[in-house]
């Protein structure tokens, strides 16, 4: 009797744990527990929106190499890092070596010249870095 008792405790402790971490298990295996899941195959688009030399969805200047720093640099941070800086094919290599040492950048291997050549010559440093003075502004006291 005494072992017939402890495997209903034993079932009941199942279900109530099964119950608490059910939503945690759907989490970690989305579709573990559905019948259907629809998978959508992701597009590429062949030719991608660009508006005044400027691709669409990253922001970055479509040029030759564009596409090899808008999939690295996305898997870490947003491109918007890239597109307010400026630096030399020499500070853009420094930022690199920086990030691998600190962020745990991967080695970029054969992809470190391609992408050293685009940032350096659509990111490189301009004449003038700073906003230009505002001029004919009527000031008023506050």
């Known amino acids: 009797m005494e072992n017939e008792a402890r495997k209903y405790v034993n079932l009941f402790a199942f279900i109530v744990i099964l119950a608490l971490f059910w939503p945690y298990l759907s989490e970690l295996r989305p579709g573990l527990f559905k019948k259907h899941v629809e998978i959508t195959p992701y597009k590429v688009e062949e030719k991608p929106e660009v508006v005044d030399g400027i691709e669409i969805e990253s922001g970055l200047i479509y040029a ?35 990030m691998q040492e600190t962020q745990g950048l991967w080695d970029l291997g054969t992809l470190e010249g391609p992408i050293l050549d685009y940032l350096s010559k659509n990111y490189g440093p301009k004449e003038a870095s700073r906003r230009a003075n505002l001029k004919n502004i009527e000031w008023y006291e506050l």
């Not at 999939?71 to 400026?86: A, D, G, I």
Request: glycine content about 6%; charged content about 25%.
């Open 64 to 98: 030759e190499g564009y596409l090899l720093v808008k999939q690295q640099c996305t898997s870490c941070h947003s491109l918007e890092l890239v597109t307010q800086n400026r630096a030399t094919r020499a500070g853009w290599k420094e930022n690199i070596r920086w």
